[in-house]
């Protein structure tokens, strides 16, 4: 699937899975074509409706969607030429673990609903 079909399917909620791999395509391709500030807002819009489209709208965190945003978007920072998602995977593999968080964020806090309902700095591990 092409980038833009890939985005049109997760648009049109469409997609018959959506794993972490899927959701850190979706930041890099937002993130690339809108760069921090409205990319962020398409993540975070996008992720709440598809979320809402499956009936699971409380699967949105907003702590986990902008940590993940951040990660991505520091990692295209670095190599901002790579305009193919395969070469800045194989560039930047740790985006692929999903829990990654868990260096970053105690149990407790991420669990919480505040960290659920808006964005909490880690408190373990500090974002580069």
């Not at 899927?22 to 074509?33: D, F, Q």
Request: net charge negative.
């Amino acid at each position: 699937m092409t980038d833009q079909e890939f985005l049109t399917a997760f648009e049109q909620h469409t997609l018959t899975e959506f794993p972490h791999r899927s959701h850190i395509r979706m930041a890099w391709l937002y993130l690339r074509a809108s760069g921090w500030e409205r990319g962020q807002e398409q993540i975070r819009q996008g992720i709440q409706q598809f979320a809402a489209a499956l009936g699971a709208d409380r699967k949105y965190h907003e702590t986990i969607t902008v940590f993940w945003a951040r990660l991505v978007n520091h990692a295209i920072n670095c190599d901002p030429g790579i305009d193919s998602f395969d070469v800045f995977i194989e560039r930047y593999p740790f985006l692929l673990n999903g829990k990654l968080q868990a260096s970053h964020y105690s149990r407790d806090l991420i669990a919480s609903e505040a960290a659920r309902q808006r964005w909490i700095e880690p408190d373990l591990l500090p974002l580069p």
